[in-house]
């Protein structure tokens, strides 16, 4: 009786696994979140200056580690949040007519602006940035790349349905939109806007904006 006498190259070939570098990290997204969202409230409470890792990371029920592993300073943690802002933007929005849009997106925005954690936020990252220019610079980015591009599609939509002329100063245009919200809601930091605001402004923007 012949014996077959096996050797390696008779045995099946597998591929070793790949092994993950060792001190490799997985970030959770879960504790993400829940820094991005302590950030915000920490903002709230004490202010760019006095917040410090180890009051978001207690805020986010999370260790100092857990917050260095993704941003190396509280700076960077902020440039962070804010310029993702400016990438998330607003809902363009998409009523069939220039007033309609321009009345929609007042309202979400007077929202936005009026919530608590962003009317204390704003203007306390605006001081900040007069001093800073990495967060002027991602301050600026957020507040008007947002809106700029929800204007942009509401202008270029009132073009194709024929409400507004081809070709007119956009800038100026953006300014008009945004301008007057933004300077109740921040600056002056109206809580409660009075009745039927948003529709007069709807209203005389989409007339200033016809008359470009």
Do not use: C
């Amino acid at each position: 009786m012949l014996v077959r006498m096996t050797t390696n190259a008779d045995q099946p070939q597998t591929r070793p696994r790949r092994r993950a570098p060792a001190g490799a990290a997985v970030l959770r997204e879960d504790v993400t979140e829940a820094i991005r969202a302590a950030v915000f409230e920490e903002l709230a409470a004490v202010g760019y200056a006095r917040m410090s890792i180890e009051g978001i990371a207690r805020r986010a029920g999370v260790g100092k580690t857990a917050v260095y592993r993704r941003w190396r300073s509280k700076l960077h943690l902020v440039l962070d949040l804010v310029s993702a802002i400016a990438v998330q933007g607003l809902p363009a929005p998409d009523t069939g007519s220039l007033e309609g849009d321009l009345r929609l997106l007042y309202e979400v925005t007077s929202r936005a602006l009026r919530h608590p954690v962003a009317s204390q936020i704003i203007p306390d990252l605006q001081a900040e940035a007069a001093r800073n220019p990495e967060i002027d610079e991602a301050l600026q980015k957020a507040l008007r790349e947002g809106q700029e591009g929800v204007a942009n599609k509401i202008i270029v939509a009132a073009e194709q349905r024929g409400e507004l002329r081809l070709g007119f100063d956009d800038e100026l245009a953006l300014d008009m939109i945004s301008g007057p919200l933004y300077w109740r809601s921040v600056v002056i930091r109206s809580r409660k806007l009075p009745k039927g605001y948003l529709d007069a402004l709807a209203r005389a923007t989409t007339q200033a904006l016809k008359a470009l």
